[in-house]
């Protein structure tokens, strides 16, 4: 760095901390950030790779697509435009961005707003409520989306009980997958866990049973919050062009805008990679948005009825997210 450097090491760790609230798969937070000088790599954690769920670790590049637009989110709240030149380098497949700096003295007031909710945003697994004001929402999260070069598609009422069914048939089939549920297991359920999904955030199977779509983790102890409400959140489907790297990195920017926007105007969400993980989920979910393209996440939006938040789900601290590269030094940083 050098000596009056934009923007601070203060203000880089304060970005990079906030910014790792970005969702990830099952909360693996599959992510690595080097400060190489003036410039911040972001790389994908091979060590964190989910081997029965996400072979070929697309889940863990659209997380680090989130975490990446969450980061550059931060960066504008301190108005600061960090620049993304991604997938720099085709000899690194992990190096998924670089970010420099230049100041920014007016962000847009909606990036404020945004970056103001990632400490509030989290995954809803209960029952909700049909979103206020949808038509009005739906042209907002088009506005956040569309610059990433996916469409969000909205699937209609008739349309929830087909992918329910693609849902509960996709549990089906993992049912007897040792691997994929012991992978499951290992990451959902531990108390004082710095990464995985808590217990706190787990649902009951008669509240995931009022839900319909959403992924089969291993069932919390009996529970019925929120009554006897079946979800009305509308769901929605971020759809890229194609199947690649890039529209992956570019799926997980987009999904972090629009979950943030939605946190903003005071939504819940819940994000959904299962029903995408198998080949014919894809295709069936390729047949309800009704134009070409790769179906990546569904998403749920809706009004949660509780006023109170839950606690958030664990984060790894900074120092094993972040690593400083010492001043003059050459060559890349590993590990």
Request: proline letters at 11%; one cysteine or more.
């Amino acid at each position: 760095m050098s000596e009056d450097p934009v923007p601070g090491l203060s203000t880089i760790r304060a970005a990079v901390e906030l910014g790792c609230r970005a969702p990830s798969v099952h909360n693996t937070q599959p992510w690595r950030w080097v400060l190489d000088g003036d410039r911040l790599q972001l790389l994908r954690d091979p060590d964190r790779l989910l081997g029965a769920a996400d072979p070929h670790g697309r889940q863990a590049v659209i997380s680090c697509g989130a975490v990446l637009d969450h980061v550059r989110t931060a960066f504008a709240a301190h108005c600061v435009h960090a620049e993304a030149d991604r997938l720099p380098d085709p000899a690194r497949p992990d190096l998924l961005a670089t970010l420099t700096f230049r100041p920014w003295p007016d962000p847009p007031v909606e990036l404020f707003r945004r970056a103001e909710a990632i400490a509030h945003r989290y995954t809803d697994r209960l029952p909700m409520t049909e979103p206020a004001g949808w038509a009005s929402v739906r042209r907002a999260l088009d506005e956040v989306v569309t610059p990433h070069g996916l469409t969000l598609d909205v699937l209609p009422e008739d349309a929830r009980p087909r992918l329910a069914l693609a849902s509960e048939q996709t549990a089906s089939l993992r049912a007897y997958d040792p691997q994929y549920q012991a992978e499951i297991g290992w990451w959902t359920g531990h108390p004082g866990a710095r990464e995985g999904i808590p217990p706190t955030a787990v649902v009951s199977d008669s509240e995931r049973a009022r839900v319909g779509v959403a992924r089969d983790f291993p069932a919390a102890g009996p529970s019925a919050r929120r009554g006897e409400l079946h979800d009305r959140a509308r769901l929605t489907v971020l759809t890229a062009t194609d199947e690649s790297p890039m529209s992956w990195l570019r799926t997980g920017e987009a999904l972090s805008a629009m979950l943030l926007a939605c946190t903003a105007d005071g939504l819940a969400t819940c994000p959904l990679t299962h029903v995408t993980e198998l080949v014919a989920a894809r295709r069936l979910l390729g047949s309800m948005i009704g134009h070409p393209g790769v179906p990546q996440v569904v998403v749920r939006v809706g009004s949660a009825p509780d006023p109170a938040r839950p606690a958030p789900t664990p984060r790894r601290p900074l120092t094993d997210v972040l690593r400083e590269r010492p001043s003059g030094a050459t060559g890349p940083v590993s590990g």
